[in-house]
């Protein structure tokens, strides 16, 4: 995107957590609930 390189924060004051580390931070948590989630029910499976 040509027209945002120059500036440094596109985003208003209100939505400046939405940077890479937050991002980061809820695709990890996702993955652990979903692995969480998998191995709980491939253990209820084999029982």
């Given at each position: 995107?040509?027209?945002?390189?120059?500036?440094?924060?596109?985003?208003?004051?209100?939505?400046?957590?939405?940077?890479?580390?937050?991002?980061?931070?809820?695709?990890l948590?996702?993955?652990?609930?979903?692995?969480?989630?998998?191995?709980?029910?491939?253990?209820?499976?084999?029982?």
């Amino acid at each position: 995107m040509i027209v945002l390189q120059g500036s440094t924060s596109v985003l208003p004051e209100g939505l400046q957590f939405l940077k890479p580390g937050w991002w980061l931070l809820h695709v990890l948590a996702f993955a652990l609930v979903f692995v969480y989630g998998y191995r709980r029910g491939r253990l209820a499976e084999r029982r």
